[in-house]
């Protein structure tokens, strides 16, 4: 198994520009999630998916749209990105139910938006 | 609304020092679940545990140690003899009620010296 993949591992973009990080997964698991990580802060839920054809906001959404087509593959969205928008971020998955379980974490991508 | 409070931002310590991690929580859920990870250097998100509310107990692994109190609503972690390799980013991390609702807190650096 190749568990929790992130494509790419580092993005520099320019202010405006879109572009879609990918996520992928594995092991059947049915909870998604994407974070973000910056200096300080700790890790913050950007979107979250329960399932295929669902998906919700979490904690710092604006800036960002997901769409879960498919168990395995949960793609983060930006349409018009920011310099804010410079961060790490992860994807998780988990076999249950995600806030009361353990999630498993693909590698990360860094991205700078200058 | 949750919160979780890790008050230590950096800790130093040397090697074979014993080191405890402040983990403070604030939920109105009456089922929740308690969690650490851990973030080495190279920068992956690796789980260490997962407690849930009806379970005070204390846990041990190997020089890992958690502390459970809901009369404090604190989750501590203790290393016993700390190594080079603890050094790290810890997390600790609150999930309850709705699949949204996850809260990570924002981290202690531990630094451990030779």
């Known amino acids: 198994n190749a568990g929790v993949t992130q494509t790419p591992k580092f993005q520099v973009l320019k202010t405006g520009q879109s572009m879609t990080l990918q996520c992928a997964q594995d092991?059947?698991?049915?909870?998604m999630s994407w974070y973000r990580q910056d200096p300080g802060m700790g890790l913050r839920l950007i979107h979250y998916s329960v399932g295929a054809g669902i998906t919700d906001q979490g904690e710092v959404p604006n800036g960002y749209n997901v769409s879960r087509s498919t168990t395995e593959d949960f793609p983060l969205r930006l349409l018009s990105a920011a310099p804010s928008q410079t961060s790490v971020y992860f994807c998780?998955?988990?076999?249950?139910?995600?806030?009361?379980?353990?999630?498993?974490f693909g590698p990360g991508t860094r991205l700078t938006v200058t | 609304a949750q919160k979780v409070t890790q008050a230590q931002t950096e800790i130093s310590v040397v090697e074979k020092e014993d080191v405890t991690l402040d983990c403070v929580y604030e939920?109105?859920?009456?089922?929740?679940?308690l969690f650490w990870y851990k973030q080495p250097p190279s920068g992956e998100l690796v789980f260490l545990i997962r407690r849930n509310s009806f379970d005070e107990q204390n846990e041990i692994s190997g020089r890992y140690s958690w502390n459970f109190q809901k009369s404090t609503s604190s989750f501590n972690f203790t290393i016993t003899a700390s190594q080079v390799v603890d050094s790290a980013v810890y997390f600790c991390?609150?999930?309850?009620?709705?699949?949204?609702?996850?809260?990570f807190g924002k981290g202690t650096k531990l630094s451990v010296k030779p």
């Open positions: 991390r609150l999930g309850g009620g709705s699949q949204g609702n996850l809260i």
């Open positions: 939920t109105r859920d009456t089922t929740y679940y």
């Open positions: 998780a998955s988990s076999n249950l139910a995600g806030a009361h379980y353990e999630q498993y």
């Open positions: 092991m059947n698991h049915e909870y």
